[in-house]
Each structure stands twice: as C-alpha cells, then as structure tokens.
C-alpha cells in the first residue's frame, strides 16, 4: 500500500508546542488538519523520548507498508496458489511498487514461503463423511482390537525411480563423481509390483505379482497365503482382514470366498491411503532398497525380499500402537487427508 507522507520536523514540534500550551489532541488535529491519531503518536512519543526526530533503525525502512503486508497476507491465505506477479501488480495498482524477492521476503517473515503443492487422492464429499464416520465409530477401539487386523495393500517399486533418490555429502565441483550420483536409465529401467501385509506382531509375506492383477489371481494370492501367515505369525482367533476398496477386492466373488473362509473384514472408507499404516512400510521399503541400489529386476525383486523380512517387529507394533492418532488427526481435519 502508499505510505502516508511523513511529517515535517516544524510540524511534529509545533504539535509538541500546542500540547505543552494546553490544548488537545482533537483541537490540535482541527487546528493543523491532521487525524487524532497521528497528534497522539507524536505526543506519546516526545513525553517518551524527549525529542520529536526519527529514532536510529535497523536497516532500510520496509517497501510494504503494514497495511500492505496485512493485504498481501490475507490474499495468499485465502489462495494459496495466487503468484508473486500477481502479488506485485496488486501493490502497483495500490501505489507501492516493489520486486518479487520483496514479496517472498515478506511473506517469510509472515511465516509463509512456497511449497510443491502435495499430490493427495481426489475427495468427494462422500469421501469425506465415509472416512469421519469411521474415525468417529473406531475413535474409543481398544490398541488390542488393532493389534489384530491384518493390514494389506499393493505397491509399484521402480528399479530407477523417485524411489531411489537420497542425499550425498560432497565438495564443491564433485556432483558427477560415481559416489555422489544416482544412475537412470530411459524409461524408468522397469518395476515391479508387490503384494504384501503386516500386523503388530510383524511384516507377513511379501508376493511378487508379475501379471496384471485380477479378482482371480488375488483370491488366489490369499488363498496360498493369507491363512497360513495368520498362523506363522500367531495372530489371535477373530482376527480382521483390511484392504481397500480396489474393484478386485470388492468383486463379488471376492466377497463371497471370504465369507466362506469365514474371515471378517474391516469396513473401509475409500480414497484414505493415510489410515493404512502398510504406506509407511512400503516408505521404509523403499528407502532401504535404493539405499542398496539394484541393476536389474532380479536383483530388485531379491532385494526387496531380503529387506521386507528384516523389517522390525518393533516398527510395525509402533504403527499399531499410534493408530488412534490417525483417526483423531482425520477428525480433527475434517475428514480430509492427514499428515500420515
């Protein structure tokens, strides 16, 4: 916004004089044509100092006025995708002409800076009050009802991919060293997808899926294993199978294979990846197999068997543990995705 028009050091002095003869701030104000306000600041501001002259400051003044912070800061909180070009034509239009670097520098200092937008799935509002309703049926569950569910999920490991990226200690002018760098291939140099599950007692079986996954080969896929890890992980009777809502698993069939394995399963509210704590396994997954750095699909199917069965019982009874959580944080996000 415009700054206001600094006052002459004659005026501020005459206003010293006016209020040392008796008069008012209001009568001062009418008599020189200046806002009460303004009087006032100059007085408090004398009897506090004793003088009426500019104090030393740090630094050049601001180019935006408060007034202009307080309206840049509002725009940018009501959309957060507005620009710094925009940000700058809309202090021009108000008669304050200022650089992009200013408006980021303000904004820091405002607590705000510029941030990738998170990619999160698409919430309809029956998204939404599906995933409040479980949060707020589940919110009381006691921490044993969770430590028997058995979570499941699939994912897509690429041999070179975002899933490889890591960080390196390095000097000046080395960053094409073989040490410090991460090779790629076109096209990504292919991937594999995995099926796996996991409970509080510790990480189940983990099956590589080479084809196309259909309802058939994932009734086929629990049949040779679900069962069978339930036992080798002694998981209490009644114990509760989660998956999504993927069309394979909510195929008829599906449905009615395991309700004759007589096996119970979790109701679960669509688009919420965040109250599936498998998504922070297969985050350490893939952590741990680019921190190993596979050449080639065998090596990368290999690698992430070897790592899946190292993964400590002590973290997947952490994610249990910390369920309740989750489902407050959705609660207290409205039914929108969370920070998990």
Avoid at 28 to 48: D, F, P, Y
Avoid at 166 to 185: D, G, M, Q, S, Y
Avoid at 204 to 211: A, D, P, Q, S, W
Avoid at 304 to 328: D, G, I, Q, S
């Amino acid at each position: 916004m415009a700054k206001t028009k600094e006052l002459s050091k004659d005026t501020r002095n005459k206003i010293v004089d006016l209020h040392q003869a008796g008069k008012t701030e209001s009568a001062i104000g009418k008599q020189l044509g200046m806002k009460k306000s303004t009087v006032g600041a100059i007085i408090r501001k004398w009897k506090t100092y004793k003088t009426t002259d500019n104090l030393p400051q740090s630094g050049a003044p601001r180019k935006i006025s408060p007034r202009g912070v307080k309206m840049i800061t509002r725009t940018v909180s009501k959309n957060p995708r507005t620009t710094r070009g925009d940000l700058v034509n809309d202090l021009q239009r108000a008669g304050t002409k200022v650089t992009k670097a200013t408006i980021s520098n303000t904004l820091h200092r405002q607590g705000l800076k510029s941030c990738s937008a998170r990619r999160v799935p698409l919430f309809k509002p029956v998204h939404v009050r599906a995933r409040l309703k479980f949060a707020r049926e589940h919110l009381d569950d006691p921490e044993e009802d969770w430590e028997n569910v058995i979570w499941s999920d699939e994912t897509k490991i690429k041999l070179f991919g975002k899933n490889s990226t890591c960080r390196v200690w390095r000097r000046k002018n080395a960053e094409l060293h073989p040490k410090n760098t991460i090779p790629t291939v076109k096209h990504g140099g292919g991937n594999i997808m995995l099926w796996g599950w996991f409970s509080a007692k510790g990480p189940g079986r983990l099956i590589r899926v080479k084809e196309r996954m259909n309802g058939a080969m994932y009734r086929e896929i629990l049949s040779k294993n679900l069962l069978p890890s339930a036992r080798a992980l002694k998981m209490k009777r009644g114990w509760v199978f989660q998956h999504d809502n993927d069309p394979k698993h909510t195929a008829r069939a599906t449905k009615e294979w395991l309700r004759k394995k007589h096996f119970k399963v979790l109701e679960w509210p669509s688009q919420s990846p965040d109250l599936n704590p498998i998504e922070n396994l297969w985050r350490e997954l893939k952590i741990r197999v680019a921190q190993r750095q596979p050449q080639n699909i065998t090596a990368l199917e290999e690698i992430c068997m070897e790592e899946w069965a190292k993964l400590p019982a002590t973290v997947c009874k952490n994610l249990v543990a910390t369920y309740r959580k989750r489902l407050t944080s959705v609660i207290a996000n409205k039914g929108y995705i969370t920070k998990y």
